[in-house]
Structure formats: C-alpha cells, structure tokens
C-alpha cells in the first residue's frame, strides 16, 4: 500500500512553486477592491458557504431521501467530508488550501432534488432545450442565480475558482453545455486546458468521499453486509484485520474504524502517487500544470484498480438495490409533474420565478422552471407536489 514519502512538496510549509497563488489570481469579472483581512480564494470559499444554494444542500439527497434517517449523508455533509479531504491532501501538497476547499464546497451547488435521480429527469424534461448538468448549473448558480450583493448577480468568484468548478474533471469538449459556453464567451476559463492542482485535488477527493460513506450508509440502511464485503480486494483485508485485532467490536465502531483506515490509505496513496507524477513530470509552476496535457492528481494504477472494484460492488448492491429503486422511480415522477404544471402553466409559480418565463412551453419558459425546481430541496418538492396535485378539502 502506497504511503506519502518522507519529503513532498508542502513538507517545509508555504505554497508550492505549482501551487495557485492568490496574490497572482486572474481576478474577477466584477471588479472589486480586495479584502484587507482575508485573500481572493478564502474570500471566495466564504462567499460560497453563506449563499442560498449552499445551505439547500442540507435538505439535498446524496443517496438517501432526507425523510428516511438522520445519520445518512446529505449533499451538504457530502460536501462538507469532500472538503475536509481536499484540505488535508492540499496541506501536504503545498497547495492553497482555501481554494481546495472552495471547490470542495461549492462543486455539488447544483444538485437539483434527489441527486442523480432528479438530474436523469431534469435532463429528460429539457431535452428539447439543450438538457441539463448539474455542473453546469454549480456555473450558473455562482454567476448569475444567486442575487446577494448590490452590484453584480451571482457570487463574482475569482477566474481560478470558476475554472475549478467547470472543468475539474479536467478539459471540456467543444460541445459545451449552453451556461457554460454563455460565460465562457464573457470570461475565458480556458476550457481546452487542464485545471489548477487544487481542482484536480478536489476531484479525487470527491471520489474518496463518497466511496467511503456509500460504504458507511449502505451497511448501516442494510443494502449490504460485511461478510460481502469482506470479498472484496483492499476493502475485505481491513475489515478481516480491524475484526482479528478488536473482536465483538460493536458495529457501529467496526464500521468507522474500517471506514476511516480505508479513506486513510486512499489519501495516503493520492499524496503518493500525485508527488511522484509531479516529480516525474518536472512541473514548476502552475502554468506547467494546465499545459502538462493529463491529470497529475489521482490514484495510483493498484488502487485505481481497487477504486473501480469497490465503485461496482456499491453499484450492484446499493445504487440498484430496489429499495433505492423505488424511491429513484417516485422522485424522478415527481420532477417530471413538477415540470409539466409549471411550464404549461408558468402563473402557478411564484411571481418572482414568473416574471421571468415566457409564453407557456417556450424555451425560456423551460429554463426558467428547470432552473427553479433545480433549486429546490427534496422536502420542499414534495411539499409544492402535494400542494400543486392533493385535492384537500376541509371540514
């Protein structure tokens, strides 16, 4: 198993040479005088941690529905441990933390309700229109949705953070989703280039996050047990070990300590195996990043492996398990209602949404609405459904 090497690039402290400086930042679309307490990137993470979209993630499912238990993760704890994550390999690095975390933060923003379930129908429902992505939606949301400050829509966030959120899966092909290529042509993200190391960072450390709670939240709803698990490679040979040196260790604390020793051993292996892509690739700067031409944060080739192993095994027993099915069937039904009443009849919404549509069933109509159930929370949708399709009568 891969672990971190005596010396890495953060070890004396202080950026990296190939680390994104915010004193060098490209700056912002809006100009704006700097803060004198706090600079560009920690200044963009605060922005993103008080805005409406943020806190929606509270109520935003990751796996489970918000209604079916208090300890499964939602999109805002999901986000919350993608940080942390990001923070730690960043630290190390030599990266800019408060970029790490920014990114970690605002890279799920636009989520609509339901996760993965409500996307597919949003998707389904605007095809017609160019279909929807939620990474596009994160895009749109911090440029133009949200509406908290005098001057200027959205959050203005710095060049370097737009860029980490549109593209930190790495370059975009030439056909772009219609937000993204609308900002595009105002604000050049570099599309074609790779992002900063601190995107890169904030990517992998997505995929530890959630493989590591999908495994906490499948065995504690039941979808799977650790006997399964105990079958699969890198995964069963941590849970034999934790149960031979603790045994009767009660389950809740098996499976955090199994847990946290296999997100520990996947940080240690991405810290590993990015310091000796750095290395071999002779990078300096972050200029040498973008023009590398492939991704220099990641797993190595054996936890890769690993990595894609344990993806199908929660794929089979947890993502098409039928109880999760079923409640992925309601929910896409329910955004496909939501979407019919609304865009046939845009006066059903509120004035503020409204003011913005077109004639029934155009394509800004269409926007519009899929912009407005995107921003909803699984609660407050099933709540505008059954106040939009209930009969009630009172006695």
Not at 33 to 50: L, V
Not at 325 to 337: E, H
Request: aromatic share 8%.
């Amino acid at each position: 198993m891969a672990r971190p090497q005596a010396q890495w690039p953060g070890a004396e402290g202080g950026l990296s040479p190939f680390a994104a400086n915010p004193a060098a930042s490209r700056g912002r679309l809006h100009d704006e005088p700097e803060s004198p307490t706090r600079t560009a990137f920690q200044r963009d993470r605060d922005r993103i941690i008080h805005c409406n979209a943020f806190r929606r993630l509270k109520h935003k499912t990751q796996v489970f529905v918000y209604h079916e238990g208090d300890y499964y993760r939602t999109r805002l704890t999901h986000s919350l441990e993608v940080s942390q994550i990001a923070r730690s390999i960043g630290r190390v690095l030599g990266l800019d933390e408060d970029l790490c975390e920014a990114l970690a933060l605002a890279h799920d923003l636009g989520h609509p309700p339901f996760g993965h379930a409500g996307e597919d129908a949003l998707n389904e429902c605007l095809a017609a229109t160019g279909g929807f992505d939620h990474n596009a939606q994160t895009l749109k949301i911090v440029t133009a949705l949200e509406h908290r400050y005098a001057a200027f829509d959205g959050l203005n966030l710095t060049w370097e953070t737009l860029e980490g959120l549109v593209k930190h899966n790495g370059p975009l092909p030439p056909a772009l989703p219609a937000p993204i290529a609308a900002f595009n042509a105002r604000f050049d993200l570099a599309l074609a280039q790779w992002p900063s190391l601190e995107a890169q960072v904030a990517a992998i450390s997505d995929d530890i996050a959630y493989n590591n709670h999908d495994i906490d939240d499948g065995l504690r709803a039941q979808l799977f047990t650790v006997d399964m698990l105990i079958a699969l490679p890198f995964v069963g040979p941590i849970f034999r070990d934790v149960m031979d040196s603790h045994p009767g260790l009660e389950r809740g604390r098996l499976i955090n300590e199994c847990v946290r020793r296999i997100m520990t051993a996947m940080i240690h292996d991405v810290i590993a195996e990015t310091t000796r892509r750095l290395a071999q690739a002779g990078v300096s700067s972050i200029a040498d990043i973008r023009a590398h031409g492939g991704q220099l944060a990641g797993f190595s080739a054996e936890m890769a492996a690993h990595d894609a192993a344990l993806k199908a095994f929660l794929f089979k027993h947890m993502y098409r398990n039928f109880r999760v099915n079923r409640t992925v069937s309601k929910a896409k039904r329910l955004v496909r209602d939501l979407f019919a009443v609304f865009v046939n009849e845009p006066a059903l919404l509120p004035p503020e949404w409204a003011a913005g549509c077109g004639a029934p069933d155009s394509p800004d109509t269409a926007h519009r609405v899929g912009d407005f159930i995107a921003g909803m929370t699984d609660r407050f949708a099933i709540e505008e459904h059954r106040r939009l399709f209930a009969l009630e009568t009172r006695s």
